[in-house]
């Protein structure tokens, strides 16, 4: 995943076709301030903390329109920019609390916010305070978004190797980076797998037979960095000596849940927080299974 050129932000007003899919009025709710578009060297002037989950994307710009109508609750559609369809899913999967609508390739309304994304694009369209009427104009404003968008894009080929039994749907993640490793789960205080916007990351959480674990499928751009963080996991999580040419078996750990990892190529399958060995096993071997395929 390389960054892309910063795209200035008067042509992107100008060009956006979104923006003019958008009505500038909707069951009497018309656009508020002026429409604004932030880009990733200014993210953080719309947003505080949750800029980094975008920047761990390769996030271009998000567009903002606000409406708003008297006495009744503000409306806001952030519609972002992504460089491939593969970071509009893992934005969209990075939460994914709340109810499934049918809509785009995938989409979560609670509360007051719906989420979505299709093709490059991932939406986020809020209301201040939830009410029917506003719910109403949010799933109105969603829709047209998405008939706007001619295509639908293809999800990263890592998933294909995910074991489908077992799986706990709103669990699956896909990203690329230590900062959103940490956002879903806490492995250690260092980057021990050698993660990068240049890695894929596949994560799921997994229940078979009374048993759970949760997996990590890490693609790598070379077989050399595989190795490298094959071997740091081992020595730094397994708390065990690492030789590339030698299999270190599953192990117990003090909280006496069971973790492995299996390197294959450039791909390593990491299984942590297992309840049995026997989940582990069944994980590992299905993956390496699914990813010779």
Known sequence: MGQSQIPDKGK???????????????SGWKTGREDQVFTRDNIFDYMNGGGEIYLAYDFQFVFVREYVR???????????QMSSSKDAFGVFNHDTDGDEVELGQGAIYAAGLLRLWKDKIFVRIMADRET??????????????????????????????LPSEGLRPK????????????????????????????T?????RYEKEGSEARLLLVEYPTVERAVDAHGRFVEMFLLERFEADRKVPPKKLEN???AGVVRGGKYLIIVI???????????TKTTSQNLEE
């Open 12 to 26: 992107i007003l100008a060009a956006f076709p979104l923006r003019q899919a958008l009505p500038p009025e909707i």
């Open 70 to 80: 008297d006495d009744a609750p503000s409306i806001v559609a952030e519609i972002y």
């Open 132 to 161: 029917p009427e506003a719910k109403a104009v949010i799933m109105q404003l969603g829709t047209t978004i998405v008939r706007a968008i001619s295509q639908d894009g293809e999800k990263p080929n890592l998933l294909r190797a």
């Open 171 to 198: 669990s699956l993640r896909y990203f690329h980076t230590l900062i959103s490793l940490n956002a879903h789960y806490y492995l250690a205080n260092v980057n021990i797998l050698n993660l990068s916007p240049e």
């Open 200 to 204: 894929q990351v596949a994560m799921a």
């Open 256 to 258: 006496g849940k069971f």
């Open 273 to 283: 927080e297992a309840d049995k060995k026997s989940i582990l096993d069944w994980i």
